[in-house]
């Protein structure tokens, strides 16, 4: 874990209440997961912020920049022409596109968010489900991915940010091709979860 030199104010009187939501209450098992952590010198509730209205068009990293661009070529060959590139996009955007949906989310702490359909093939398919549906959903020859992004106190004043990936499939065949797929590409997921938590530190006030 790489800690952040900038300084905060100091994040003591903060604390969670309410009911807790975690990644554990839709993926308490998961078929091939990915974390990242990342301590940061900032108060947990600018994190969370900052990570909650990420612009994740301003993510960097050599490595996360090629593994989008090779992952959007099918789609760009396929369609000849570029399709048009959205000028700011959040988590928030990408749930009203209807490809993902807010799973549950504790305003401070964690929030989650899941997609399904098929996500290892050049060109992605992914399904429209409300999110009510999503944990029962199995539809054979699909997957479902969770995403949480979480932010913990750290010390006094810092924060500790976790970036949790789990993916789920729905049946033997499915599953042994997705575990092929994952061995080449786990290497980059971790890249661009990386390159997000960094973003969101560098954004936080």
Known sequence: MTA????TADSTSWEVTGESVTIDDFAAESDFEAVE????NRAPDAMYSALRNLDLLTIRSSTADLA?????????????????????????DLVSSGDWVLLGEQPGREVIFGAAGRFW???????QIEAEQFTEYGKPGRGK???????????????L????????????????????????VKPFVRAIMRATVRAAAEQAA
């Open 37 to 40: 952590h990342l301590v940061v």
């Open 68 to 92: 989008m661009w090779v992952r959007g070529l099918p789609e760009r060959l396929k369609r000849r022409v570029p399709p048009r590139q959205p000028t700011r996009l959040t988590y928030d």
């Open 121 to 127: 093939t050049p060109i992605v398919r992914w399904e």
């Open 161 to 184: 940010v976790t970036y949790d990936i789990r993916t789920v499939l729905n049946d033997p065949i499915t599953h042994r091709i997705f575990k092929l797929y994952w061995v080449v």
């Open 145 to 159: 991915i969770f995403s949480s992004l979480s932010v913990r106190p750290y010390g006094r004043s810092s924060s």
């Open 4 to 7: 952040e030199t900038d300084t």
